[in-house]
């Protein structure tokens, strides 16, 4: 007779304990990772197989065939290695930016609060194992399925399941049944994993994770760093698209006409497919994706998340930052640092708690959260040495954009109900059905702390059950009395606040402080308070015309409501501002979206801020910010610096590859010449300028153009000046050399050495900014990429055999002097001219 299994039985929410970190780990090895799938990486035979599809590398192998076609074996086996070594750097390249994005996606990767035996933890998401018990709140998503042990009544949007944007709300579990398995739109005491908490706060016991979730079932994922194209990475692309369509109709048309012209129809397709790989800026893509993907890993490194990559284009234009005060300016290390009630005052760091002071407390904390997240909550949890036993939270209203306190209703050991609040003093003054007379001594209390810098909220209690327990505003309320908190400034912000100004970057303060704590805090940053500070209900009682004009005279907003910082940023977008603007509340989803930059806080936000912004801040501070935009006016000159290099090196190479047709003359080079300098090239587009250290003035410049394109006609005209000054020095060295009766071996080498000369030349005046060390260690790049390309280059001329293959002449000494100096100045000039003119700046 087989053993029945029996139904496991209900149990209360206290029999549930945090589990160990041992223990957690091995559940984890057990159940497996707590995510939905993995993120899509390509391996490196996908990027191989991408590579091989490029038309370039079919170009060169037509052009080995050829070759081979014509019996010279030696030639088409190095043409064909040199696409393949041209393959494998792109590809290399590829891996590279591959990697960035996987150490991306690490860093964004969701995380969640867990309670465990040796205390409270933040891991990420993908680490959290049934058993677990996870603090979730207001902006958060649960990261697994789960019993709401204990906490408030939640409110709960399950629209990732069901569609339904209408919230549904969730109440503490009496019993937690292991078998329960409601349908997402229930009222039960269960939250599933996506789902978002839009009201309160509470504890989640974990039972499914990964794929055992119901999102899991359904196979959906809601989170992923994807390296999506950048509008201008398409764009970008057409060009290439159409100047390879040109390429191969002007390869055709050159094959043709020298076919004709010398009857040699083989070396006809050998010059055509020598212009059409020349006229080709097949580097464009890969500079652009090198940038993106390396320069928001740069940029993570520095604790600022891209999110997009587009972002970094938009960055080095901002020009008005608006920031958070608390965590953002301050360290967010809130302590209570004066607490009042009525005649009776005390300083925590001055001396032990008064007794008269002590009913403040216990409200203030009964106030707060049981698992308290906020840094006041935590702050007035240290304050009470000795909680009371016997009494249990029997119901609590979390904030709301109509009543900006807490309440939460007790019952005590001996059976006696109370509600207690705490939040915003105007807020707890209507709870209290305060007279004008009340109302005014209360305002010149929080005044005069604010006046100090402290956060002022108000403590009030009503004694007895409330007239109606879903209402708190139904009972009347008696002051308990004022706690100001104390947040200090961050030391490095006064230093980025002044960095940013010398950039032309206005900072702007938006908090829900006091004017008066809001301008305390200001002045002690360095941030412009002469125009004093504009309120909320200032804010709502002006006209879309009269706020735009205010937002230009005003550096600081006080009392503000999250849906009020959307219309400051719309204002400062309708005056022509590029905005940057840090949020972290589920409300701040809007103006996050609305900014051009918008940045959320990686500590603090919640999972709404991160997802609605384009930058998530890793640590929070406002410095980083800062930093953040340094390092993208960085990448984005850089960048720009690329584009322009790639565009002046395909004019010689074109040019000398269709010059010699146009007189009938036997062409300079062929398919092998300009495969090797393709792989100069790439390597330069991809370290060199990629890894260029900042302009020593950039951030004391002001912010570029909004309108200005990252690579316009002005870009276009410098790159086509640059490569024709090097082309007509080259065709120079070329007709000189045959008019002198130098053989075409001799003539080809020192036209190929005069233009990798210049090639390196070019870079190196490209990329260099004037008052930067020539040898500067950060350029370790450029000249070991010379050095190499040196070596190789006095093979390939002087050792026979790889002469031979290059059809090569050794040149003579003097003409070999005269074509380096010609191609160094050729090819430097735009550094000298761009050293004199900041000189006369």
Same mark, same amino acid.
């Given at each position: 007779m087989g053993l029945r299994a029996t139904r496991p039985e209900p149990r209360p929410p206290g029999d549930f304990a945090p589990l160990s970190e041992h223990e957690a780990a091995a559940r984890l090895s057990r159940f497996g990772p707590n995510e939905l799938e993995q993120p899509r990486r390509r391996s490196f035979l996908l990027i191989?197989?991408?590579?091989?599809?490029?038309?370039?590398?079919?170009?060169?192998?037509?052009?080995?065939?050829? @070759?081979?076609?014509?019996?010279?074996? *030696?030639?088409?086996?190095?043409?064909t290695a040199g696409a393949f070594l041209s393959i494998g750097l792109v590809v290399a390249q590829e891996t590279r930016n591959e990697n960035a994005l996987a150490a991306l996606r690490s860093l964004a990767a969701p995380s969640a609060r867990v309670l465990r035996a040796e205390g409270e933890r933040r891991r990420p998401a993908r680490e959290i194992v049934p058993g677990d018990i996870v603090l979730v709140g207001e902006g958060e998503r649960a990261p697994?399925?789960?019993?709401?042990?204990?906490?408030?009544?939640? #409110?709960?949007?399950? %629209?990732?399941?069901?569609?339904?944007?209408a919230p549904v709300w969730k109440a503490p579990a009496t019993m937690v049944d292991p078998l329960l398995d409601p349908e997402p739109g229930e009222e039960a005491p269960f939250l599933f994993a996506g789902t978002l908490v839009t009201l309160g706060q509470g504890a989640l016991l974990a039972m499914r994770t990964g794929r055992a979730t119901r999102l899991g079932r359904i196979g959906?994922?809601?989170? #992923?760093i994807e390296p999506e194209e950048t509008p201008l990475q398409k764009s970008t692309g057409r060009v290439v698209a159409v100047f390879g369509v040109i390429g191969i109709g002007f390869c055709l048309l050159v094959a043709l006409a020298y076919g004709l012209a010398f009857g040699n129809w083989i070396a006809a397709g050998l010059t055509g497919i020598t212009l059409a790989i020349s006229l080709t800026p097949e580097e464009f893509p890969m500079v652009l994706a090198v940038f993106l993907a390396l320069g928001s890993y740069r940029l993570a490194r520095r604790n600022v998340l891209a999110r997009r990559a587009a972002v970094i284009e938009t960055l080095g234009a901002t020009d008005v930052l608006c920031v958070d005060k608390t965590g953002t300016l301050t360290q967010n290390r809130m302590e209570a640092a004066f607490l009042i009630r009525g005649a009776d005052m005390w300083r925590p760091s001055e001396a032990a708690m008064p007794k008269p002071l002590a009913p403040l407390v216990a409200a203030a904390v009964r106030a707060s959260a049981?698992?308290? %997240?906020?840094?006041?909550? &935590?702050?007035? *949890?240290?304050?009470?040495?000795?909680? =009371?036993?016997?009494?249990?939270?029997?119901r609590s209203? =979390?904030? &709301? =954009?109509e009543t900006l306190a807490f309440v939460q209703t007790w019952r005590d050991a001996g059976g006696g109900v109370a509600s207690y609040a705490k939040g915003a003093p105007e807020a707890v003054a209507g709870l209290c059905r305060m007279d004008a007379d009340q109302l005014r001594l209360l305002g010149a209390e929080v005044a005069t702390m604010a006046a100090h810098g402290l956060r002022v909220l108000a403590v009030a209690t009503h004694a007895g059950p409330l007239p109606r327990d879903d209402d708190p505003g139904s009972g009347v309320f008696a002051l308990d009395g004022l706690v100001g908190f104390l947040d200090p400034l961050r030391e490095d912000v006064p230093q980025a606040v002044a960095l940013a100004a010398r950039a032309g970057i206005h900072v702007v303060?938006?908090?829900?402080? @006091?004017?008066?704590?809001?301008?305390?805090?200001? &002045?002690?940053?360095?941030?412009?308070?002469?125009?004093?500070?504009? #309120?909320?209900?200032e804010i709502a009682a002006l006209s879309e015309a009269a706020l735009d004009e205010a937002v230009e005279r005003t550096r600081v907003f006080a009392r503000i409501r999250p849906e009020q910082k959307l219309a400051l940023v719309e204002a400062y977008k309708r005056n022509g501002h590029i905005v940057a603007m840090t949020g972290d509340g589920v409300n701040d989803g809007p103006a996050l979206r609305a900014a051009h930059v918008g940045v959320a806080m990686g500590q603090r936000g919640t999972d709404v801020a991160r997802e609605a912004a384009s930058i998530v801040l890793l640590d929070d501070r406002f410095a980083s910010i800062v930093a953040g935009v340094r390092s993208g006016r960085r990448i984005f000159a850089n960048l720009r610096k690329a584009l322009i290099f790639v565009t002046a090196i395909h004019v010689p190479i074109a040019g000398l590859a269709l010059t010699p047709i146009l007189f009938l003359l036997p062409p300079v080079f062929y398919p092998v010449h300009v495969v090797a300098l393709e792989l100069v090239i790439d390597p330069i587009c991809a370290l060199v300028f990629e890894g260029e250290p900042a302009e020593r003035h950039q951030m004391e410049e002001p912010p570029r153009s909004p309108t200005e394109p990252l690579f316009g006609l002005r870009q276009i005209g410098a790159g086509f000046l640059d490569g024709a000054v090097l082309?007509?020095?080259?065709?120079?060295? @070329?007709?000189? #050399?045959? &008019? %002198?009766?130098?053989?075409?071996?001799?003539?080809?080498?020192?036209?190929f050495i005069g233009l990798v000369i210049g090639n390196l030349a070019m870079a190196l005046a490209s990329a260099a900014e004037p008052g930067i060390s020539f040898f500067d260690t950060r350029r370790v790049a450029f000249w070991s990429i010379a050095a190499v390309t040196t070596l190789v280059l006095a093979l390939i001329v002087y050792l026979p055999a790889a002469a031979e293959l290059f059809r090569f002449a050794p040149p003579e000494p003097r003409a070999l002097a005269w074509t380096v100096a010609t191609a160094l100045a050729a090819g430097g000039w735009s550094g000298v001219y761009k050293a004199v003119c900041k000189r006369r700046r």
């Amino acid at each position: 007779m087989g053993l029945r299994a029996t139904r496991p039985e209900p149990r209360p929410p206290g029999d549930f304990a945090p589990l160990s970190e041992h223990e957690a780990a091995a559940r984890l090895s057990r159940f497996g990772p707590n995510e939905l799938e993995q993120p899509r990486r390509r391996s490196f035979l996908l990027i191989a197989v991408a590579a091989l599809r490029e038309p370039m590398f079919a170009l060169l192998i037509v052009a080995a065939l050829l @070759y081979l076609a014509l019996g010279d074996i *030696h030639e088409g086996l190095l043409l064909t290695a040199g696409a393949f070594l041209s393959i494998g750097l792109v590809v290399a390249q590829e891996t590279r930016n591959e990697n960035a994005l996987a150490a991306l996606r690490s860093l964004a990767a969701p995380s969640a609060r867990v309670l465990r035996a040796e205390g409270e933890r933040r891991r990420p998401a993908r680490e959290i194992v049934p058993g677990d018990i996870v603090l979730v709140g207001e902006g958060e998503r649960a990261p697994a399925d789960g019993v709401l042990l204990r906490g408030d009544v939640l #409110s709960v949007d399950e %629209s990732a399941l069901t569609g339904e944007s209408a919230p549904v709300w969730k109440a503490p579990a009496t019993m937690v049944d292991p078998l329960l398995d409601p349908e997402p739109g229930e009222e039960a005491p269960f939250l599933f994993a996506g789902t978002l908490v839009t009201l309160g706060q509470g504890a989640l016991l974990a039972m499914r994770t990964g794929r055992a979730t119901r999102l899991g079932r359904i196979g959906r994922s809601l989170e #992923s760093i994807e390296p999506e194209e950048t509008p201008l990475q398409k764009s970008t692309g057409r060009v290439v698209a159409v100047f390879g369509v040109i390429g191969i109709g002007f390869c055709l048309l050159v094959a043709l006409a020298y076919g004709l012209a010398f009857g040699n129809w083989i070396a006809a397709g050998l010059t055509g497919i020598t212009l059409a790989i020349s006229l080709t800026p097949e580097e464009f893509p890969m500079v652009l994706a090198v940038f993106l993907a390396l320069g928001s890993y740069r940029l993570a490194r520095r604790n600022v998340l891209a999110r997009r990559a587009a972002v970094i284009e938009t960055l080095g234009a901002t020009d008005v930052l608006c920031v958070d005060k608390t965590g953002t300016l301050t360290q967010n290390r809130m302590e209570a640092a004066f607490l009042i009630r009525g005649a009776d005052m005390w300083r925590p760091s001055e001396a032990a708690m008064p007794k008269p002071l002590a009913p403040l407390v216990a409200a203030a904390v009964r106030a707060s959260a049981a698992d308290p %997240s906020d840094p006041m909550d &935590r702050a007035l *949890h240290r304050l009470q040495s000795d909680p =009371p036993e016997g009494a249990e939270p029997l119901r609590s209203f =979390p904030l &709301r =954009p109509e009543t900006l306190a807490f309440v939460q209703t007790w019952r005590d050991a001996g059976g006696g109900v109370a509600s207690y609040a705490k939040g915003a003093p105007e807020a707890v003054a209507g709870l209290c059905r305060m007279d004008a007379d009340q109302l005014r001594l209360l305002g010149a209390e929080v005044a005069t702390m604010a006046a100090h810098g402290l956060r002022v909220l108000a403590v009030a209690t009503h004694a007895g059950p409330l007239p109606r327990d879903d209402d708190p505003g139904s009972g009347v309320f008696a002051l308990d009395g004022l706690v100001g908190f104390l947040d200090p400034l961050r030391e490095d912000v006064p230093q980025a606040v002044a960095l940013a100004a010398r950039a032309g970057i206005h900072v702007v303060m938006i908090t829900g402080d @006091y004017p008066a704590t809001a301008l305390a805090i200001a &002045r002690q940053a360095g941030i412009e308070a002469q125009g004093g500070a504009l #309120s909320g209900a200032e804010i709502a009682a002006l006209s879309e015309a009269a706020l735009d004009e205010a937002v230009e005279r005003t550096r600081v907003f006080a009392r503000i409501r999250p849906e009020q910082k959307l219309a400051l940023v719309e204002a400062y977008k309708r005056n022509g501002h590029i905005v940057a603007m840090t949020g972290d509340g589920v409300n701040d989803g809007p103006a996050l979206r609305a900014a051009h930059v918008g940045v959320a806080m990686g500590q603090r936000g919640t999972d709404v801020a991160r997802e609605a912004a384009s930058i998530v801040l890793l640590d929070d501070r406002f410095a980083s910010i800062v930093a953040g935009v340094r390092s993208g006016r960085r990448i984005f000159a850089n960048l720009r610096k690329a584009l322009i290099f790639v565009t002046a090196i395909h004019v010689p190479i074109a040019g000398l590859a269709l010059t010699p047709i146009l007189f009938l003359l036997p062409p300079v080079f062929y398919p092998v010449h300009v495969v090797a300098l393709e792989l100069v090239i790439d390597p330069i587009c991809a370290l060199v300028f990629e890894g260029e250290p900042a302009e020593r003035h950039q951030m004391e410049e002001p912010p570029r153009s909004p309108t200005e394109p990252l690579f316009g006609l002005r870009q276009i005209g410098a790159g086509f000046l640059d490569g024709a000054v090097l082309l007509a020095a080259l065709l120079g060295v @070329y007709f000189v #050399s045959m &008019r %002198s009766g130098v053989g075409e071996g001799e003539t080809r080498a020192l036209v190929f050495i005069g233009l990798v000369i210049g090639n390196l030349a070019m870079a190196l005046a490209s990329a260099a900014e004037p008052g930067i060390s020539f040898f500067d260690t950060r350029r370790v790049a450029f000249w070991s990429i010379a050095a190499v390309t040196t070596l190789v280059l006095a093979l390939i001329v002087y050792l026979p055999a790889a002469a031979e293959l290059f059809r090569f002449a050794p040149p003579e000494p003097r003409a070999l002097a005269w074509t380096v100096a010609t191609a160094l100045a050729a090819g430097g000039w735009s550094g000298v001219y761009k050293a004199v003119c900041k000189r006369r700046r």
